[in-house]
């Protein structure tokens, strides 16, 4: 028991150690430069926005938006070549996380619909 309990214990540490080093990694990318010079979509999506994702086999292929209920679903490829409707979330505006001076469209994905470990994503978009 001991063993596993030392196991969990240097699994956890080892993944927010990971977590602290992306997130400082992140903070001088030439991505977060473009988002913090960045403004709030005029106007908001609405319909299909394509999405792109690197690696191999990867099935997702945008995001819809219905700009008036302020809701949006991911579109995913199926093994058959159709398209899947997975994951909603609900969108609003608001200040950014890092930086409360940006406004940002807020993509939440804390739906009663999503599985447990995604409902803590919330992304944000200029």
Do not use: C
């Amino acid at each position: 028991m001991s063993l596993i309990l030392k196991l969990l214990f240097w699994s956890a540490l080892a993944a927010i150690l990971f977590g602290f080093f992306r997130t400082y990694q992140m903070e001088g990318s030439d991505n977060q430069v473009a988002f913090l010079k960045g403004s709030m979509p005029n106007p908001l999506p609405d319909g299909f926005h394509m999405g792109s994702v690197s690696g191999p086999k990867v099935s997702w292929l945008g995001k819809k938006f219905e700009a008036s209920k302020q809701t949006g679903i991911n579109i995913f490829k199926n093994k058959d070549g159709g398209q899947k409707e997975k994951y909603p979330f609900k969108t609003y505006i608001g200040k950014g996380v890092r930086d409360k001076e940006i406004e940002v469209l807020k993509i939440d994905y804390n739906v009663p619909e999503n599985p447990f470990w995604l409902r803590y994503s919330l992304d944000e978009v200029v």
